[in-house]
């Protein structure tokens, strides 16, 4: 039952792909055998009719099967064969990797089987793969090793295939003779087997090789071979062989010939629109005009072979070309265009020289003990007698030469320790001069540190000094007014109108008190730094107002403007720190003012920041002072009514400014004003 089943499946299996009798017999007998040797060697035979007709992929179902059983029964004969057709398989599917790993050990498995048959076919097989990568030398060398043991077989089949790998390497190794010898027996062989399409591959072959060798009578020999066969009846192949026909024809002055076969070829390729094969009839008929003296059509024939050539970048047929209108030019006395003709012609073959690959224009003969089947195992041997040939005086010769480089080898070592060892020394003392530098280096760079930190203490002495000096005059000014009008209210001695009349000075002299302590303990807070914002939004016309009522007083002594432009707009900073930037402005701008000026407070958007300003018309500031201002060296000049400053006023709105995200700049031009301006943040920086 279970041998019925099996048959069954195995005769669904092939008939779907099998046309013939002898896979059917085969497919059937298999199913019938046991599981041994026989077994595989039915299915080896099928394995081949399948590889025959190419389809590889059934088997390969069919190598999985018999590669098991062969292992199963240890079949050596079965496993080394369909390790062999394994390896044909993946050559056909381009799996160069796994094709080189099977043949390789196929080989290794005939070698122990000593099947010298299938030892050649594997390095048949080797050699083709190769010479088609390109490996040429290493291709010939595993042919060329198999040929002795395939002719003497008589293989056909695998003859064939290697006569023309051979001759196709051997022609594109530019080697002719040995192109010609391994065509011709290709084309012996492909006789034999008639196979028509290899017979016209290799006729074609051999008449541009004989080409190439000026033997123009066996080059049309082999090119009319090719018409006269069934397959020279198609277009394809006759547009090709009749303009080289024609060719061979003109190169031994044979016109009429060349004429026939070129006009025929013009024809079909014009027809076909075969440009790449009009070209060279175009250029074949150009050249034979030109001979036969028919100057007009020759030029003109030639000018359209050129502009195909280009418009196809054949580069061969190109040079033709230049060749030719050199020879034309020159026949009709026009030297000059000869000359360029020429000029090109050689440019251009001076380029196809350059990028073709350099070859050998012979292959160095394979020696006669490289023709073995396992030339690629060879080891070198050393003959048992050799060693007995060698003379007692060489033997000494020898012993004194290895005495004397073991010596220098001795000496050359003690040196070589002597040398470490001084290198040593001399990198240990120069590590200690290196860490030495670094000290001193260390040293002198906090020396530079301690310098500067006490130019710095001294600086801060100073400005110290002069602000005690100034804070005790005029903080001591103010509140010995502000005392001295506390007295009089006391004592009564005030009339009504006279404290009305005193009202504005008190005022001043508070406001002053005041802003001479903001910014004294900003200043401290600075230098001590631990001066921190609290940002938050707040409204900037809001702090205007409150800032201008302050100053109404002042603004009205001393006869000065004030023009609010400001608007209901937000910023995002610390309100009190931005409030003591602001009276400080205003204070600055009031004290620089004369009567009649104008004071403008305004604010604005621009790129997504609030900028505010507070200009003056007063006296301005010197271009020389302008770069002092902001700066932290206690700068001041007296106003217009002789009043008197800290310096420290713009230096601590620079400060406030800065730590709130802003920025602070001045415009000033002298005798026409000043202007202020800072620039603040609308929203927390991480915010869109």
Same mark, same amino acid.
Not at 67 to 79: T, V
């Given at each position: ?160 295939? @290697?006569?023309?790998? /051979? #001759?196709?390497? =051997?022609?594109?190794? +530019? *080697?002719? !003779?040995? $192109?010609?010898? %391994? ?57 090709? @062989?009749?303009?080289? /026909? #024609?060719?061979? =024809?003109?190169?031994? +002055? *044979?016109? !009429?010939? $060349?004429?026939? %076969? ?61 060749? /030719? ?364």
């Amino acid at each position: 039952m279970r041998s019925t089943i099996t048959l069954i499946l195995l005769l669904h299996l092939f008939f779907g792909f099998s046309q013939t009798k002898e896979l059917d017999s085969l497919s059937i007998a298999l199913g019938f055998e046991t599981n041994d040797s026989l077994k595989v060697d039915t299915s080896l035979k099928i394995i081949d009719l399948l590889y025959d007709s190419q389809n590889f992929d059934q088997a390969l179902k069919y190598i999985k099967l018999s590669d098991q059983l062969s292992s199963d029964i240890n079949y050596e004969k079965g496993i080394a064969n369909i390790t062999y057709y394994k390896a044909l398989i993946y050559a056909k599917k381009n799996d160069y990797i796994n094709a080189m790993d099977g043949y390789n050990k196929a080989k290794t498995l005939f070698n122990k089987l000593k099947d010298t048959l299938h030892v050649a076919k594997v390095n048949n097989s080797i050699g083709l793969i190769e010479m088609e990568r390109g490996n040429f030398s290493k291709g010939l060398q595993y042919s060329l090793s198999a040929i002795r043991e395939l002719e003497s077989r008589g293989l056909s089949h695998e003859l064939r295939d @290697v006569y023309v790998s /051979l #001759g196709q390497t =051997y022609y594109k190794l +530019n *080697d002719v !003779d040995k $192109a010609i010898e %391994y065509n011709l027996k290709a084309l012996d062989t492909q006789e034999q087997m008639n196979d028509s399409e290899g017979v016209n591959n290799s006729s074609l072959l051999l008449a541009e090789l004989y080409s190439k060798m000026k033997e123009h009578r066996k080059a049309i020999q082999f090119y009319e071979k090719v018409l006269n066969s069934s397959k020279g009846k198609i277009d394809s192949i006759r547009s090709n @062989v009749l303009p080289k /026909l #024609g060719g061979e =024809y003109l190169a031994f +002055n *044979d016109f !009429d010939s $060349a004429a026939k %076969y070129l006009i025929q070829g013009l024809k079909l390729n014009r027809r076909n629109n075969n440009k790449a094969d009009l070209v060279t009839t175009l250029n074949n008929l150009g050249q034979l005009n030109l001979s036969k003296g028919n100057l007009r059509t020759a030029a003109k024939q030639l000018y359209e072979a050129g502009a195909i050539a280009k418009k196809l970048n054949n580069a061969d047929e190109l040079l033709r070309y230049y060749g /030719l209108m050199k020879t034309l030019d020159s026949t009709t006395k026009r030297f000059d265009r000869a000359f360029v003709w020429q000029r090109r012609y050689y440019n251009l073959k001076d380029s196809i020289d350059k990028s073709k690959i350099q070859t050998p224009q012979k292959t160095n003969a394979v020696e006669a003990t490289d023709l073995s089947l396992n030339f690629d195992n060879k080891t070198i041997k050393t003959e048992v007698g050799s060693k007995n040939t060698v003379s007692t005086k060489y033997e000494d010769k020898l012993k004194k030469f290895k005495f004397f480089f073991y010596t220098l080898l001795g000496i050359l070592a003690i040196v070589c320790i002597f040398l470490v060892l001084a290198y040593l020394k001399q990198n240990n003392s120069l590590k200690s001069v290196q860490d030495l530098e670094e000290q001193n280096l260390k040293i002198q760079l906090q020396n530079e540190a301690y310098i500067e930190q006490t130019k710095h203490l001294e600086s801060i002495n100073n400005v110290k000094d002069k602000l005690f000096s100034i804070v005790s005059h005029d903080l001591k000014d103010s509140l010995s007014s502000i005392n001295g009008f506390i007295d009089l209210l006391r004592d009564g001695s005030l009339s009504r109108e006279e404290f009305d009349n005193l009202i504005p000075e008190l005022s001043e002299n508070a406001n002053n008190a005041s802003l001479l302590l903001f910014n004294l303990l900003n200043w401290s807070k600075s230098q001590m730094q631990s001066l921190k914002p609290s940002p938050s939004l707040f409204d900037i016309q809001e702090v205007f107002e409150e800032k201008i009522k302050l100053v109404d007083q002042r603004l009205e002594s001393k006869g000065i403007e004030l023009v609010d432009h400001s608007l209901r707009d937000f910023a995002y900073a610390d309100r009190s720190m931005i409030e003591i930037v602001i009276q400080n402005l205003l204070a600055n701008a009031l004290k620089f003012s004369r009567k009649g000026d104008t004071i403008t407070v305004s604010n604005h958007i621009s790129n997504g920041s609030c900028i505010i300003s507070v200009a003056d018309t007063g006296v301005g500031i010197p271009s020389h002072n302008l770069e002092k201002l902001f700066k932290n060296n206690t700068y001041t000049t007296m106003g217009t009514n002789n009043e008197k400053g800290t310096g420290l006023g713009l230096s601590i709105c620079k400060e406030l400014v800065e730590l709130n995200g802003g920025k602070i700049w001045v415009e000033s031009t002298v005798n026409s004003g000043s202007t202020f301006y800072i620039q603040l943040p609308k929203s927390k920086p991480n915010e869109a």
